[in-house]
């Protein structure tokens, strides 16, 4: 399987938060599954840091992109047909953070590890 991390379930993965599922962390773990991480969830933390949303970031902001390969997760680069299909979903979510990793799952055929249930309203596959 390819799996697509959510912002929340790739900190949670990268601090072993008790509120990442049982499900998703075995997923995560298994050697037959390739793991990404999307230049958004970048976007999204340091956004988020800068604005007072994730202090506990401090300590590892700088090393995120280390600490990513380290983990043995890739990192997924936005794509000019990401955007576009972003933009055309229907939807009215408005978080560009969401939508966005909805594309990505969409086109790449990547299943979305996420909590969030706004997911079930775009095309994709979601484990939790």
């Given at each position: 399987?390819?799996?697509?991390?959510?912002?929340?379930?790739?900190?949670?993965?990268?601090?072993?938060?008790?509120?990442?599922?049982?499900?998703?962390?075995?997923?995560?773990?298994?050697?037959?599954?390739?793991?990404?991480?999307s230049?958004?969830?970048?976007?999204?933390?340091?956004?988020?840091?800068?604005?007072?949303?994730?202090?506990?970031?401090?300590?590892?902001?700088?090393?995120?992109?280390?600490?990513?390969?380290?983990?043995?997760?890739?990192?997924?680069?936005?794509?000019?047909?990401?955007?576009?299909?972003?933009?055309?979903?229907?939807?009215?979510?408005?978080?560009?953070?969401?939508?966005?990793l909805?594309?990505?799952?969409?086109?790449?055929?990547?299943?979305?590890?996420?909590?969030?249930?706004?997911?079930?309203?775009?095309?994709?596959?979601?484990?939790?």
């Amino acid at each position: 399987m390819r799996l697509l991390l959510d912002t929340h379930a790739f900190l949670w993965w990268l601090i072993d938060d008790s509120r990442l599922s049982r499900m998703a962390r075995e997923t995560i773990m298994s050697a037959d599954n390739a793991v990404y991480v999307s230049a958004v969830t970048g976007w999204e933390v340091a956004t988020k840091h800068r604005l007072g949303k994730l202090p506990e970031a401090d300590a590892v902001i700088a090393r995120l992109p280390e600490i990513t390969v380290r983990a043995g997760i890739e990192t997924l680069p936005l794509e000019f047909s990401h955007g576009v299909r972003s933009g055309n979903y229907l939807n009215n979510h408005g978080d560009p953070f969401d939508r966005m990793l909805a594309a990505q799952a969409e086109i790449e055929g990547l299943t979305l590890v996420t909590r969030d249930p706004v997911f079930r309203d775009f095309p994709i596959k979601v484990l939790w």
